[in-house]
C-alpha cells in the first residue's frame, strides 16, 4: 500500500513539473515567436491573442488569462475521456491541463530570461526558427513526460486515442486538419510568419515525443530459435502478445529451427532481447519497424 502511494506521490510530481514546462514554453517560446501549438492549446492561445487585441481596442487595461479558455475548450474531449477512454488517465490528463493553465497564467512572460546569456537571449527573441526549434524541443519533452505516467496535455489527444482505440480509425488526417485550420486562421488574424514557424514548431514537437514515447510504435519480431515455447512463453508474459511459431530449416547446414514471429510495442522489445538471448544465447533476432497493424493487437489499459 505504501508503494502504491509512493508511485501516485512521484507521478503527480513529475505531471506537474511537466505542466510547469509547458507553461514556461508558453510564456517564452511561443509568445517570442507568435507560435501556435498544435490542438486545443493552439486555438487557446489564438482566442485568447484575439480576445487581448479586442480588449485594446475598446481600451480596456485587463489581461486575457489562458486557463480558463483551455479548460473551456477540453470540456468535449475531457467528456469523451471519461466515457471511453478511462477515469484514471482522465483525470490525470485534467490535473495536467489545469496546472498548465494555472501556471501559465501566474507566470511573468519572459520567465526564464535571467538564466540565459544576454546574446543569446537576443537571438532566441529576434530569429523565430531557433525558436520554434527548441520550444518544439521543450513541449515535446514535456509531452513525453506526460505520457510516460499515463496522462496527456488534453485537447485533440483524447480524440485521437478514442478514435484509434475503440474505433480503429486513423487519427494522424483529423489532428493534421484541425492544426492546418488553426494556422491558417491565426496567419488571417496575426501574420504568416508565426503560423509558418508553428509548422517547424509542431513538427520539432512530433519527432521528440517519437523519440521517447515509443508505446504506439509497433516492431515485427523474427527470432529463429531452437526453444520457441519458451521464447513465446517470454513475449506473452513480458509484453502480452502472442506470436506465431513457423518450423524452418537452415539454409547453411540444413539445421532444423523454429522461427517465432511477433509484433509487440516497440518500448518493449529490449526486454525481449534480454530474454530471448538468456533462453538461447544462439538465437537470431530480426526486429523491423512496422507502420501498421490489422486485426487483434492488445493496447495496455488506461484506467
Request: aromatic share 14%; net charge positive.
Amino acid at each position: 500500500m505504501k508503494s502504491k502511494y509512493r508511485v501516485e506521490i512521484v507521478r503527480y510530481a513529475v505531471l506537474t513539473v511537466a505542466a510547469l514546462i509547458m507553461a514556461v514554453d508558453y510564456r517564452t517560446f511561443v509568445e517570442w515567436g507568435r507560435l501556435y501549438p498544435g490542438g486545443a492549446t493552439g486555438l487557446s492561445i489564438l482566442i485568447q491573442r484575439w480576445a487581448q487585441d479586442l480588449c485594446s481596442v475598446f481600451g480596456w487595461n485587463v489581461s486575457v488569462p489562458f486557463a480558463p479558455i483551455n479548460l473551456a475548450l477540453n470540456a468535449v474531449p475531457v467528456w469523451i475521456g471519461f466515457k471511453y477512454i478511462g477515469r484514471r488517465f482522465t483525470l490525470q490528463s485534467l490535473y495536467v491541463i489545469f496546472m498548465a493553465g494555472l501556471f501559465t497564467d501566474i507566470m511573468p512572460v519572459d520567465a526564464i530570461t535571467s538564466f540565459i546569456p544576454a546574446a543569446d537571449l537576443t537571438r532566441l527573441k529576434t530569429d523565430p526558427f531557433v525558436t520554434s526549434i527548441f520550444g518544439g524541443i521543450v513541449f515535446g519533452f514535456a509531452m513525453s513526460l506526460c505520457l510516460r505516467w499515463n496522462a496527456t496535455s488534453g485537447g485533440t489527444d483524447f480524440i485521437a486515442i478514442f478514435l484509434s482505440e475503440r474505433k480503429g480509425r486513423e487519427t494522424w488526417n483529423l489532428i493534421l486538419a484541425f492544426n492546418a485550420v488553426i494556422l491558417l486562421l491565426g496567419g488571417a488574424k496575426f501574420g504568416w510568419t508565426g503560423s509558418l514557424y508553428s509548422i517547424v514548431y509542431q513538427f520539432v514537437n512530433v519527432q521528440v515525443v517519437h523519440l521517447m514515447y515509443r508505446t504506439y510504435q509497433y516492431q515485427t519480431l523474427t527470432i529463429v530459435t531452437t526453444q520457441p515455447e519458451k521464447v513465446c512463453e517470454a513475449i506473452h508474459r513480458l509484453s502480452h502478445h502472442g506470436a506465431t511459431v513457423i518450423e524452418a530449416r537452415g539454409g547453411y547446414k540444413g539445421e532444423r529451427r523454429s522461427v517465432v514471429m511477433s509484433v509487440v510495442a516497440a518500448d518493449d522489445t529490449t526486454r525481449i532481447y534480454a530474454m530471448c538471448k538468456s533462453i538461447d544465447p544462439g538465437a537470431f533476432i530480426n526486429a523491423v519497424s512496422t507502420s501498421r497493424v490489422i486485426g487483434r493487437f492488445y493496447l495496455r489499459p488506461r484506467n
